[in-house]
Nanobody
Framework: QVQLVESGGGLVQAGGSLRLSCAASGAIFSINTMGWYRQAPENERELVASITSGGRANYADSVKGRFTISRDNAKNTVYLQMNSLKPEDTAVYYC??????????????WGQGTQVTVSS
């Protein structure tokens, strides 16, 4: 069993910053890609950013230049630094990880989500 626990969401004014963290724990052998997704009311869940175990990052066009994804492989933790936040960034943010478990099963794990609200 693998668990992802997110933290760092909250309420911020437009132009402000937040940093999200997501720690993976459990029967983990290794983690390939980790990422952040978000879902606003009545919208589909969308990829915000992802990062491979080697540090290669990928971003949605809407957040390029404002958000930075990073990870600490030793801690099985991924971060999302969000700067210059806009009201349209308001959503529930979910952590995602492509995990190879100790029993050599590959699984995609999700966190419970953390709310980010940007006021105008």
């Amino acid at each position: 069993q693998v668990q992802l626990v997110e933290s760092g969401g909250g309420l911020v004014q437009a132009g402000g910053s937040l940093r999200l963290s997501c720690a993976a724990s459990g029967a983990i052998f290794s983690i390939n890609t980790m990422g952040w997704y978000r879902q606003a009311p009545e919208n589909e869940r969308e990829l915000v950013a992802s990062i491979t175990s080697g540090g290669r990052a990928n971003y949605a066009d809407s957040v390029k230049g404002r958000f930075t994804i990073s990870r600490d492989n030793a801690k099985n933790t991924v971060y999302l630094q969000m700067n210059s936040l806009k009201p349209e960034d308001t959503a529930v943010y979910y952590c995602n990880a492509d995990v190879l478990t100790i029993s050599t099963m590959r699984q995609t794990s999700w966190g419970q989500g953390t709310q980010v609200t940007v006021s105008s």
